[in-house]
Every structure is written in structure tokens, then in C-alpha cells.
């Protein structure tokens, strides 16, 4: 069996290398053979999308990848352009880990059994532009809030490192006025939320979403108008109890191919988030892919 890993010493949270060496040794104990384990530092994203297309397109059987959803969904989505031939498989290091949560996945070392005794679940990602989603996209405050958080205050504070925007965003009171085509039907809104969620797990909440599944085609839809610092910690309690959707104010619905543009400006094009990183200014074209690669799971889980 064939294993390509693809680490970044310097995202994320925790000792990379430590982790690394704790893996290698793993799988040598477990019967794999040193010539089969290939261990890279890609220099850049571009190339470690690169050498997963490439391992994905030579039939390696499992291509593993450390670090969070940003970096997740990069290496996914080089496995899926070289064929879906390679199974995906995650030691999770981020600072939110959403993907890995909806997944059950246990954190740093103790996944790396998940690599070698789970199952290859099949997943679904989502095309936007030209690039692939795994977890969530938003725009609005809550890009807006984690738009100038740094890679070091993520690693020292976690979740609560987007905090210290979260006032200065929320008084601006910023609209975003959005047009959605979906399903033959167009929508305009008024909004200040646009979030989009693929899995059950959202900011690490991993109830925000109980209907979504990993492998149903469909993305969940919210925007909100009305929306204050206030009005979200009295809302808190149903948040956290996976009732966003029903939450005063909420625009939801589900879609499996979506278009978003703006209709009307009131400062600058407005740019999304693709799991917690920078992606495109609008206009973006959503389309979801079922089954569109696997990935090794806990063998607990129903499937």
C-alpha cells in the first residue's frame, strides 16, 4: 500500500515534525514498507495541490494531509482533478477542524490509527469557481470578522481569536445586497449574513446543521438581516442546539447548484470565505459533487 503525506511544519496548531515521526513509525509497526511512504514539505499550496493530483492520477492509495479546512480542502480537491484514484486521509491540526468533526475524527495522534483500521467513506464537495468547498462558505460579518485574524493569533487563541474584530464589525451595521439563482428561481436579499454550510459543523458547533449530511448533494443556505452583537448572545442558547435555521430573521433553504451576485453596491465587490480562508469576490457559481472522493473514517460510524 502506497501512502503519500503532505504536511506544512509551519500551519495550524501542535508539533508538525512530532506528529510526522509519530505517523512514520505507526505504519512501519503496522507492516507498511519504508520504500512505500513518501513524506513531503510542499513549498506552497499551488504544489501541494499538484502532488495530490499527481499522486491521485498514479493510483496512490492514500494521500494524508495535516492542518485545518483550509488545507483540507485544497488536497481534496487535487484528489478529485486526478481522478478520485487516492483515498483522502486527515490528521487534523487546524484551529476549528469543522470538517473533521462532522467526520468524528479524534485529534492529532490519535487519528493516525483512523489511517490504517477506518473505512473509505465517500464525500461530496462543492465546486465554487474554480475552486472546492468541504465545510462552509460565508460573506458577510462573519468574513468580514475573520478577514484580518492572522495565522499566529489563530494558533495562540483559537475559536477566540476572531473575537477581537467581532465589535468593530458589528457596529458598522454593513448590508450586502445579494441575487441567488437557484432551482429556476432567482432571490434577492437584503443581508448581512450569507453563510453556506456542507456538513453539520460550523465554528466547531457540531449540531449547527443536523439535517446536513456528507454525501446527500444538497448545501444549507442561510442569510440574515437582522443581526446585532446583542441579539446573537440571547441567540446563542438555539445556536448551540443546532436551531439556526430557525432563528428569527433567517432566510434557509437547500440546494444542490446555486449562482451568487451582487445586484447593488454600496462600497467594494464583496469577497467570500471558503473554509476559513480569502477566496473569490463575487459573482460565484456553487455546484455540489456527490460521492466526488473517500476518505478514511472511524469504522464505527453508520454509513
Given amino acids: 500500500m502506497k501512502v503519500l503525506v ?164 458589528l457596529t458598522r451595521n454593513r448590508n450586502y445586497y445579494l441575487e441567488l439563482t437557484h432551482d429556476g428561481q432567482t432571490l434577492r436579499h437584503k443581508t448581512k449574513i450569507l453563510l453556506i454550510t456542507l456538513t453539520n459543523s460550523v465554528g466547531g458547533m457540531d449540531q449547527f446543521d443536523p439535517k446536513a449530511g456528507l454525501n446527500d448533494g444538497l448545501m444549507s443556505v442561510y442569510l440574515l438581516s437582522d443581526f446585532s452583537f446583542w441579539k446573537m448572545l440571547l441567540s446563542l442558547p438555539r445556536i448551540l442546539r443546532g436551531e439556526f435555521g430557525y432563528l428569527e430573521g433567517i432566510t434557509h433553504f437547500r440546494t444542490g447548484k446555486m449562482t451568487i451576485r451582487q445586484y447593488k453596491r454600496t462600497w467594494r465587490k464583496a469577497r467570500t470565505r471558503i473554509d476559513g480562508d480569502k477566496s473569490d469576490q463575487l459573482p460565484i457559481v456553487l455546484e455540489m459533487i456527490p460521492q466526488a472522493i473517500k476518505v478514511m473514517v472511524p469504522n464505527d460510524q453508520n454509513r
Avoid at 127 to 149: E, P
Fill in 6 to 169: 503532505l504536511y506544512n511544519s509551519n500551519s495550524g496548531s501542535g508539533d508538525k515534525e512530532q506528529l510526522i515521526d509519530q505517523l512514520k513509525t505507526d505504519l512501519l509497526a503496522h507492516g507498511y514498507l519504508a520504500e512505500d511512504i513518501a513524506i513531503e514539505e510542499p513549498s506552497s499550496i499551488e504544489e501541494a495541490v499538484a502532488m495530490a493530483k499527481q499522486a491521485s492520477e498514479n493510483h496512490v492509495d492514500l494521500v494524508v494531509t495535516m492542518g485545518g479546512d483550509g488545507t483540507i480542502n485544497k488536497i481534496a480537491g487535487g484528489i478529485y482533478e486526478g481522478g478520485a484514484h487516492s483515498t483522502l486521509g486527515i490528521l487534523p491540526s487546524g484551529t476549528v477542524n469543522n470538517f473533521a468533526k462532522s467526520l468524528k475524527l479524534p485529534q492529532g495522534k490519535d487519528a493516525i490509527s483512523v489511517l490504517r483500521e477506518g473505512v473509505a467513506r465517500p464525500v461530496e464537495l462543492c465546486r465554487v469557481n474554480q475552486s472546492y468547498a468541504i465545510s462552509s462558505l460565508t460573506l458577510g460579518i462573519l468574513a468580514d470578522i475573520a478577514a484580518n485574524v492572522t495565522a499566529d493569533e489563530k494558533r495562540k487563541w483559537g475559536p477566540l481569536a476572531y473575537l477581537k474584530n467581532a465589535v468593530k464589525i
